[in-house]
């Protein structure tokens, strides 16, 4: 997976936009303005690839523990994010599509209900 392609995979879903909070290399992507996912555009340059998703800290303890490359979020809050280092090699495409999904729907289900009904 490539920058592209995790962009236009994203960018798909319903509601979502991107955004630059904090600096011009800090992507992130929301959807009705509730970050999902989060990436720096300087580690896909460098060829070291990193994200950081939401998770149900269930799912997160277990990814963590089963994973090498899924490690707790970076600058977030370790319970309910994760932090994937995707040129490692134990991440392959398939896995990182369904966390993306699963920080969009984790996203999507505490948003009230009027905005969840506007997607």
């Excluded at 490690?71 to 809050?77: A, E």
């Amino acid at each position: 997976m490539n920058i592209e392609q995790l962009y236009a995979y994203c960018l798909k879903k319903k509601g979502v936009t991107e955004t630059f909070p904090f600096d011009d290399n800090a992507l992130v992507l929301k959807v009705q303005g509730k970050m999902f996912l989060l990436t720096s555009l300087k580690s896909w340059e460098e060829g070291q690839p990193t994200m950081n998703l939401k998770c149900d800290p269930t799912e997160a303890e277990y990814l963590r523990a089963h994973y090498e490359n899924i490690l707790t979020g970076y600058h977030m809050n370790k319970k309910h994010w994760n932090t994937l280092q995707l040129n490692k090699g134990d991440l392959d495409t398939p896995l990182v599509l369904k966390l993306i999904d699963h920080s969009y729907d984790l996203v999507v289900k505490g948003l009230p209900k009027k905005l969840r009904e506007t997607l």
